[in-house]
């Protein structure tokens, strides 16, 4: 198959070759991250499943970092000490491997979804954020001028009432919040301050337009 041979070919030119890697190690993370892309990782948790040491778990994603086949965000807060002890998320720059190498029982759409929605932040200068509460907003935007657009991903039409609700606290619990956004299959309205926009439709906002208006 073209995508795992795809696949294997970063990661030992990229990686393994360069850095003089264990092959057998650097694919078995690499695996398992692409497997647990959009879920709260720590260097614990991977230390704990993989068996590798803390540097070594340090080490590792670092190098896949540096090779952008894998990309974190971090929790969203004013506390530079918080945001640094709570967990990042992890996403791939390539949602088609994930289906390709990973261990999987779902096609996970709205997981791939929301990695897509990453990896178009990033290409249009953004710096995302997650932030966590009571609820979970899967990206926090902060804009120039210092307003903050929040936005959840489902892609589904059927939005569950947590989706809103995590919008919600977290515009109450932060200082700005200009802009919440749900982006949906094919859903398309405005409801009480949310903007709900297909995601086909809000990968073609420009970047001076990615809020909601």
Same mark, same amino acid.
């Given at each position: ?21 264990? %092959?057998?190690?650097? &694919? $078995? ?8 892309? =959009?879920?709260?990782?720590? #260097? +614990? @948790? ?30 969203? %807060?004013?506390?530079? &000490? $918080? ?8 996403? =791939?720059?390539?949602?088609? #491997? +994930? @289906? ?35 609820? $979970? ?77």
């Amino acid at each position: 198959m073209v995508a795992p041979q795809y696949f294997d070919d970063i990661l030992y030119k990229d990686i393994i070759g360069r850095y003089n890697l264990n %092959s057998q190690r650097t &694919k $078995e993370f690499a695996v398992f991250l692409i497997t647990n892309i =959009t879920k709260f990782i720590s #260097l +614990r @948790n991977i230390r704990n499943a993989l068996s590798f040491s803390y540097d070594t778990t340090k080490e590792y994603l670092s190098y896949y970092k540096e090779a952008y086949l894998f990309f974190t965000t971090d929790c969203f %807060s004013y506390s530079l &000490k $918080e945001q640094k002890i709570m967990a990042s998320k992890i996403y =791939t720059i390539d949602p088609g #491997l +994930r @289906n390709a190498v990973s261990f999987r029982f779902s096609q996970d759409d709205g997981r791939l979804a929301e990695n897509i929605v990453l990896i178009e932040l990033l290409r249009k200068g953004m710096q995302p954020y997650y932030w966590k509460g009571k609820n $979970e907003v899967d990206f926090v935007i902060k804009k120039n001028d210092q307003t903050i657009t929040a936005i959840n991903v489902t892609y589904s039409n059927e939005i569950e009432e947590r989706e809103i609700k995590a919008l919600e606290e977290f515009k109450n619990n932060s200082k700005k919040v200009n802009d919440m956004i749900i982006i949906t299959k094919d859903l398309e309205k405005q409801q009480d301050g949310v903007y709900f926009i297909p995601l086909w439709k809000w990968l073609l906002i420009e970047e001076d337009e990615i809020i909601s208006k």
